[in-house]
């Protein structure tokens, strides 16, 4: 029975490492939403909206049918689980790219040479590594290696859409090596190949990074002639047949106007816009500098993506792979210089998940890594002790990774942005651009779960869009009455420079103030409340400024707009944000905004001379956060 469990883990290697990958996916799952883009892409999934750029209509569409099947899950868990089985189908296919290439690599001829103690040269046939499965156990080594490696890892645990990146750019590399080592007419396998570009292209523009590696292998097996360059033509058919079909999901959607409808892709201008994500084409190659500190970062951090061990199998990879074929040695080379020199010209700080095809490709070299042990070594690695020598070496990244990646306490986000909502007043509005921390979370818990949906959350930088005032008029129709004449000059003067045109940035941020004072004043009627960091920034900087008449005072996690000098009594400060979770600096950026926030409240107690208020303030806020100094006055006053 044990010989028919291990031949049947032999034969089924790539779904078996799937499978375990899966599991322990399972295991570091976060329950919730967590930072950046999680929440607002998880909302799109959840009610078939339109994500920011560029749309991902692949992700949307397959994510909304999964939620739709009736787990016992939140929409946000069922979400955050596609996350993970994404990742293991990547891991899967993976493997069968290693097996594959290293089966054929051994199935050409050549002979390997190896140096050992007892003779001068050793050559060790293709025949003798297949008997001993040593290729599957190869793969299998880079399959764990690459499942879990940090940022691949971390991409499993919530809702993004790099999870499906990830499995396209496996099916990718599977498929072009299928292509390439075909001994039969070799152009379907091609045409699958560009259809999964189109799909690729279709989640993320990161696809890019694997075109040389198709496109070289594509013209060293079909050579440059004039067959080759019909085919190029048909391809190129098929890929940008698949693009149309895929993406026309967006004007389609946009015409029923959802309620996240970024971008408002209904006409071929703003179509062009949104799958070219134009609004954050300023930070590619915006300069050396920021490239110079992009490649420190990754260089700093690839020994430990690997848990160190790895990237020594990797360097012995390269050897190892350059005898065996100098040709695919060059192409795996090339791809990963050009998919690292690329990315690191993005500058952004959340740059990790650009890194990924580099480390699929740094999990190949591993696998010959692996390989180049196990034969180097084969008089004392008998059958057992290879399998023993894998085991060990698997489970390092997997130690050393786990703490940092496990997100399966991880409220933060969530409770956070609770907080916030269940703060307000019945119809508040709530002006803030912390995306990253509050608003996507809250696109999250107001459409997808029905949260606090009276509060209208407005994004200060969003604002700056034409289509954002759409989407706040189809979702909240009476907050824009007031400024219509405001707005349509806005909108006037941003026209052109939407079309890249001749615009007067002047005129632009002239009506943008205007607009941001107006939602004020023309909102009377409505509770307003203020972020922290809109107060900290623009409004010390001179570039937001309230109506006249109205002043802010601390409320509990916001600044609220008031027109009086009248206390106002905050209802109760606790606070319910649980803090047992992984940390990161985005966690300790929201335990600043509290903690700053709690302080400005405690002085605000101070001023009218409210103990018993100031101590309960002080008190919830050293619970929070056991290890903040407080200022000596505010102590003071309730001794």
Request: with cysteine.
């Amino acid at each position: 029975m044990l010989v028919r469990l291990k031949n049947t883990v032999i034969n089924h290697s790539d779904w078996f490492v799937g499978f375990i990958s899966f599991i322990v996916y399972i295991f570091t799952l976060a329950p919730s939403v967590v930072q950046i883009d999680s929440g607002e892409l998880a909302a799109v999934q959840s009610t078939l909206g339109i994500a920011h750029p560029t749309g991902y209509p692949i992700f949307t569409i397959i994510g909304y049918l999964f939620i739709k099947i009736p787990l016992p899950f939140t929409q946000i868990y069922k979400a955050n689980l596609l996350a993970a089985a994404y990742c293991s189908l990547g891991v899967v296919f993976f493997i069968k790219s290693i097996h594959y290439l290293l089966s054929e690599l051994n199935s050409e001829s050549f002979t390997l040479e190896r140096k050992t103690k007892t003779k001068k040269l050793k050559i060790i046939q293709p025949s003798n590594l297949n008997k001993s499965n040593q290729i599957t156990l190869s793969s299998i080594v880079g399959g764990f290696f690459l499942a879990f490696n940090r940022t691949y890892w971390m991409q499993s645990t919530s809702a993004e859409v790099y999870s499906l990146q990830i499995f396209l750019f496996a099916l990718i590399i599977y498929f072009a090596l299928k292509a390439y080592f075909s001994n039969k007419d070799s152009f379907g396998r091609w045409l699958v190949v560009a259809i999964i570009f189109g799909l690729g292209f279709s989640n993320h523009m990161t696809t890019l990074l694997l075109v040389p590696y198709a496109a070289i292998l594509f013209f060293l097996k079909e050579k440059i002639s004039n067959l080759s360059i019909k085919q190029v033509f048909t391809l190129s058919s098929a890929f940008i047949g698949t693009i149309f079909l895929t993406y026309s999901y967006l004007p389609l959607r946009a015409l029923s106007n959802p309620e996240i409808n970024w971008g408002n892709p209904i006409n071929f201008e703003n179509i062009l816009r949104h799958i070219s994500g134009k609004q954050y084409q300023v930070w590619l190659f915006s300069s050396a500098e920021a490239a110079k500190k992009q490649l420190l970062y990754y260089l700093e951090n690839l020994p430990s993506e690997f848990a160190y061990v790895g990237i020594f199998l990797a360097i012995l990879g390269l050897s190892e792979l350059y005898k065996r074929s100098v040709k695919i040695f060059w192409v795996l080379m090339f791809t990963y210089a050009f998919s690292v020199l690329y990315s690191i010209n993005y500058d952004i700080s959340d740059i990790d998940s650009y890194f990924l095809v580099s480390y699929l490709l740094i999990a190949i070299f591993i696998s010959f890594g692996f390989i180049t042990i196990i034969t180097t070594f084969k008089p004392i690695l008998e059958s057992h002790s290879k399998i023993g020598f894998a085991l060990f070496l698997i489970v390092i990244p997997g130690l050393v990774n786990f703490s940092k990646v496990n997100q399966s306490q991880q409220f933060y986000f969530e409770d956070y942005t609770k907080e916030i909502l269940s703060s307000v007043e019945k119809n508040a509005i709530i002006f803030s651009y912390q995306w990253d921390y509050f608003i996507s979370p809250s696109y999250y818990f107001q459409f997808a779960e029905n949260y606090r949906k009276d509060v209208v959350v407005i994004d200060k930088e969003l604002l700056r869009r034409s289509w954002y005032y759409r989407q706040i008029e189809r979702n909240y129709p009476d907050v824009l009455k007031g400024i219509k004449q405001e707005l349509n000059s806005f909108l006037d003067a941003l026209k052109p420079f939407e079309r890249d045109e001749k615009f007067d940035p002047n005129i632009i941020e002239k009506y943008y103030r205007e607009i941001m004072k107006k939602l004020i004043s023309e909102n009377s009627n409505r509770p307003f409340y203020i972020g922290f960091e809109l107060i900290q920034n623009e409004m010390n900087r001179g570039e937001f400024s309230l109506p006249e008449g109205y002043k802010i005072i601390p409320y509990k996690y916001l600044f609220k707009v008031v027109r009086s000098n009248d206390y106002v009594q905050l209802p109760s400060a606790e606070i319910k944000i649980r803090t047992e979770g992984p940390t990161n600096k985005y966690t300790e950026n929201i335990k600043s905004f509290v903690s700053n926030m709690y302080i400005n409240r405690a002085y605000y107690e101070m001023s009218f001379s409210k103990r018993t208020e100031l101590k309960n303030i002080l008190e919830a806020l050293k619970k929070f956060n056991p290890e903040i100094n407080l200022p000596e006055n505010l102590m003071s006053a309730i001794q």
